[in-house]
């Protein structure tokens, strides 16, 4: 089964007046995340991944521990990383609903610790990568980081939120200034009803 570019859930320049450009989302959306889908569909053709969903390819050809990981699996977990990364933002952040919002204070001590730790582990991700509030196979929720295009699929974790480090999510508005792109994915770009309602 082929992969699919999915459309945007907003409009190419919705979240402009939030930090991020028209510029950015036809680069990052309409080439980037195509090419994944592209790439990653002729890659799966004929193998035994032709029909399996796209967590399966993702948990099923991730190698823990590999520097480069292969092709399929780079292809099918930036598609399923970046599918992600489109729903969690919006043009409208709006507020926190408060069940996330005790969730984050009881792991985190406040709303404003969770960001500034969010922030310095994406700073901190060296290279290209993402880093990622989850709930932690124990229930938690944990701050982590992955390199390249590895998620939290590949450790059994779920995905509450993703923001993508890569310098094609941030350069032409925020240059190399990844803190700056960070802490404004968090005051402006996040959609809190999405990251909450993947609580469960």
């Given at each position: 089964?082929?992969?699919t ?10 979240l ?8 950015t989302?036809e680069f990052h959306h ?26 399966e ?24 990383n970046h599918?992600?990364f ?11 609903p ?5 969730r ?9 610790e ?9 700073v901190?991700q ?10 932690d196979?124990?229930?938690?929720l ?5 390199e390249?295009?590895v ?5 059994g974790?779920?995905?509450l ?13 925020f240059?190399?200034?990844?803190p ?21």
């Amino acid at each position: 089964m082929a992969f699919t570019l999915p459309d945007l859930p907003y409009a190419h320049d919705a979240l402009a007046g939030a930090g991020m450009s028209k510029e950015t989302m036809e680069f990052h959306h309409d080439l980037h995340h195509n090419a994944y889908v592209v790439n990653g569909s002729k890659l799966i053709e004929g193998t035994e991944w032709a029909n399996k969903s796209l967590e399966e390819i993702v948990t099923g050809t991730y190698q823990a521990g590999a520097v480069a990981q292969n092709g399929i699996f780079n292809n099918a977990s930036q598609h399923w990383n970046h599918t992600q990364f489109w729903e969690m933002m919006g043009p409208n952040s709006g507020a926190m609903p408060g069940a996330l919002e005790a969730r984050i204070v009881d792991a985190f001590g406040s709303v404003d610790e969770f960001k500034t730790q969010f922030n310095a582990a994406g700073v901190g991700q060296f290279g290209s990568g993402w880093v990622w509030l989850v709930v932690d196979t124990d229930g938690t929720l944990k701050i982590t980081k992955t390199e390249n295009g590895v998620n939290p699929l590949c450790f059994g974790q779920t995905t509450l939120l993703g923001c993508d480090v890569w310098e094609h999510s941030y350069y032409i508005d925020f240059r190399n200034k990844r803190p700056v792109y960070l802490t404004n994915f968090l005051d402006n770009l996040v959609n809190w009803e999405n990251v909450a309602a993947r609580l469960g």
